[in-house]
């Protein structure tokens, strides 16, 4: 289910727990995608019920055209400052985006990029790098406390997606009896993150992919002109 303020991720979660009551099965792998705004009562329910959250993680982070058209209509403002829009302790400035507390109350965090709504590129990793600081460059990061470990955002991208579709047994991580797929980056973005540089991370390129074990791409050599 799509949701993206708190009244829609609420009426969701009244959805999902009204049909799990009826049905009786409690383990479908239900989930949310977005979750912009989630209210701190709702963030415990959706642990409870332990739903899969697809975050378009790239959209974390402040934009002063985009919050004037959204924060407005949460909170009074006054003003069009960035300081009066994400006043700290503010309904907003405490509750978009709670990635952190939703994984700590027990959800399952996925990942999504929405495309090609806002780009035809699904820009993995400018979704990681988005989901460590919640930031484009030069400008203040979004909730910062709700900021997860890379760690947490390659499960997302991996065996928790596989989770979700039920073919972990098959996929999400490199074991035996598993489908070897994987891919060759063009850097270390563990260390990268480790070392306190995670705004590279969104320059990542692939360079070969493997699926089943065969090699499916491999990226152009780099054209070298001789004179």
């Known amino acids: 289910i ?6 829609s991720v609420r009426t969701a979660v009244d959805a ?19 979750l912009q705004l989630v209210n701190p009562a709702d963030v ?48 907003y400035e405490s509750n978009s985006y709670p990635v952190a507390s939703l994984k700590a109350a027990g959800a399952i965090l996925v990942a999504g990029s929405d495309a090609p709504v806002e780009t035809r590129d699904p820009r993995p990793f400018v979704n990681m790098t988005h989901a460590v600081t919640r930031k484009w460059a030069n400008r203040p990061p979004l909730n910062p406390r709700q900021s997860i470990p890379l760690r947490d955002v390659i ?3 991996t065996i928790n997606g596989a989770r979700m579709l039920n073919i972990q047994k098959e996929a999400g991580s490199l074991e035996v009896g598993k489908s070897a797929d994987f891919i060759l980056l063009d ?17 990542t390129k692939v360079l070969a992919t493997w699926f089943k074990g065969q090699k499916v791409y491999a990226a152009p050599e780099p054209h070298t002109h001789v004179p």
């Open 2 to 7: 799509h949701a993206i303020s708190d009244r």
């Open 16 to 34: 999902i727990e009204a049909a799990r009551q009826a049905d009786g099965v409690t383990t479908t792998r239900d989930g949310l995608a977005h």
């Open 44 to 91: 415990t329910r959706i642990g409870r019920d332990h739903l899969y959250l697809a975050f378009t993680y790239a959209w974390l982070n402040t934009d002063p055209d985009y919050d004037l058209t959204v924060i407005p209509f949460i909170q009074k403002v006054s003003g069009n400052s960035y300081e009066a829009l994400h006043q700290p302790g503010s309904y």
């Open 155 to 157: 499960d997302a991208y």
């Open 187 to 203: 850097r270390d973005i563990l260390s990268l993150a480790d070392g306190g540089h995670p705004d590279s991370i969104a320059d």
